[in-house]
C-alpha cells in the first residue's frame, strides 16, 4: 500500500509538471526607434533565431544566436539572443546549463525588461532537473535533497524580488509543489526510522514537518506520529503525547 501511495505521489507531480517547451515572448526592439542597417541586421539573425527556437531545433537556434551575439555584441538583440539560448537549452532538456544561464542573465542585466522572466526560468529549469522519486530514497540518499533545497531558495527570492511579476502566480504554485516534496521525504523518512524503532529520529523528521511545513496538509499525520514516538522515547515524553492528540 505505501508504495502504491508513492507511485500515486509521483504520478500527481509529473502531471502537474510544466510543459519542457520553452515559451518564447517573442521579445523584438526595446523601442520603436529606426533601426540603424547593423541593427537591421541583427534583428533578422534574432528572427531566424526565433524561427528555429519555435521549431524546436534547439541546437539551430543555439548556433544563430551565439552567431549573433559574435556578430552584433552590441546591438540589442545581443541580450535577448543570451536569453533565447537558454530557451533552446531547457528545450532540449538540458536544465542545469539553461538554469546557470538564465542566472547569468539575471545577474548581469538585473533591470532589463525580461530580468523576471529569465529569474523564473531559472528556478523552473531547476524543477524540471530535480530528481521527482527522491523522497523514496532511504536517508543516506539525503544529499539528493539539495535540488529541492536550492529550488525553494530560488522560488523564494524571485517572490521577494519580482513580487508582482506576471509569473508570481506560477511561482507559488511551483514552491508549493516543491515544500511538499520535501514534506513528504520528511515522513518517509519518519517512517523509515519509526518501523525500525529509531524513535529519536522519527521524533526529528516529524517535528520538522510541523515546525517547518505547517499548512501543507499533513500536519495531524505528523502530530500523530510524533505522538506515538514521543511515548516510545526512553524516557517517554507522555506530557508532550498528550498534547499533541488533543491539539
Given at each position: 500500500?505505501?508504495?502504491l501511495?508513492?507511485?500515486?505521489?509521483?504520478?500527481?507531480?509529473?502531471c502537474?509538471?510544466?510543459?519542457?517547451r520553452?515559451r518564447?515572448r517573442?521579445?523584438g526592439?526595446?523601442?520603436?526607434a529606426p533601426?540603424?542597417?547593423?541593427?537591421a541586421?541583427?534583428?533578422?539573425a534574432?528572427?531566424?533565431?526565433?524561427?528555429?527556437?519555435?521549431?524546436?531545433?534547439?541546437?539551430?537556434?543555439?548556433?544563430?544566436?551565439?552567431?549573433?551575439?559574435?556578430?552584433?555584441?552590441?546591438s540589442?538583440?545581443?541580450?535577448l539572443?543570451?536569453l533565447?539560448i537558454?530557451?533552446a537549452l531547457?528545450?532540449?532538456?538540458?536544465?542545469?546549463?539553461?538554469?546557470?544561464?538564465?542566472r547569468?542573465?539575471?545577474?548581469?542585466?538585473?533591470?532589463?525588461?525580461?530580468?523576471?522572466?529569465a529569474a523564473?526560468?531559472e528556478?523552473?529549469?531547476?524543477?524540471?532537473?530535480?530528481?521527482?522519486?527522491?523522497?523514496l530514497?532511504?536517508?543516506?540518499?539525503?544529499?539528493?535533497l539539495?535540488?529541492?533545497r536550492?529550488?525553494?531558495?530560488?522560488l523564494?527570492r524571485f517572490?521577494?524580488?519580482?513580487?508582482d511579476?506576471r509569473?508570481?502566480?506560477?511561482?507559488r504554485?511551483?514552491?508549493a509543489?516543491?515544500?511538499r516534496?520535501?514534506?513528504?521525504?520528511?515522513l518517509?523518512v519518519?517512517?523509515f526510522?519509526?518501523r525500525?524503532?529509531?524513535?529519536?529520529?522519527?521524533?526529528?523528521?516529524?517535528?520538522?514537518?510541523?515546525r517547518?511545513?505547517s499548512?501543507?496538509?499533513?500536519?495531524?499525520?505528523?502530530?500523530?506520529?510524533l505522538?506515538?514516538?514521543?511515548?516510545?522515547?526512553?524516557?517517554p515524553?507522555?506530557?508532550?503525547?498528550?498534547?499533541l492528540?488533543e491539539?
Open positions: 500500500m505505501r508504495r501511495f508513492a507511485f500515486a505521489v509521483l504520478g500527481l507531480f509529473a502537474a509538471a510544466p510543459s519542457p520553452p518564447d517573442g521579445a526592439p526595446v523601442d520603436e533601426q540603424s542597417p547593423e541593427e541586421k541583427a534583428a533578422r534574432y528572427e531566424r533565431g526565433l524561427e528555429a527556437l519555435r521549431g524546436g531545433e534547439y541546437q539551430l537556434a543555439i548556433g544563430r544566436f551565439e552567431a549573433l551575439r559574435t556578430r552584433h555584441p552590441y540589442r538583440y545581443a541580450p539572443a543570451e533565447r537558454a530557451d531547457f528545450g532540449q532538456g538540458s536544465f542545469l546549463e539553461a538554469a546557470e544561464r538564465y547569468t542573465f539575471v545577474k548581469l542585466r538585473p533591470t532589463h525588461p525580461e530580468a523576471d522572466y523564473y526560468r528556478a523552473l529549469s531547476l524543477y524540471r532537473e530535480a530528481p521527482s522519486d527522491f523522497f530514497f532511504p536517508p543516506s540518499y539525503e544529499k539528493d539539495e535540488p529541492i536550492e529550488l525553494t531558495g530560488v523564494e517572490l521577494r524580488t519580482y513580487p511579476s509569473y508570481a502566480p506560477e511561482a504554485e511551483l514552491l509543489k516543491a515544500r516534496r520535501l514534506a513528504l521525504h520528511e518517509y519518519a517512517d526510522y519509526r525500525r524503532g529509531h524513535w529519536r529520529g522519527a521524533a526529528g523528521r516529524l517535528e520538522t514537518v510541523l517547518d511545513f499548512g501543507l496538509g499533513f500536519d495531524a499525520r505528523a502530530r500523530v506520529e505522538a506515538e514516538a514521543y511515548a516510545h522515547l526512553d524516557p515524553r507522555l506530557d508532550d503525547a498528550r498534547r492528540l491539539a
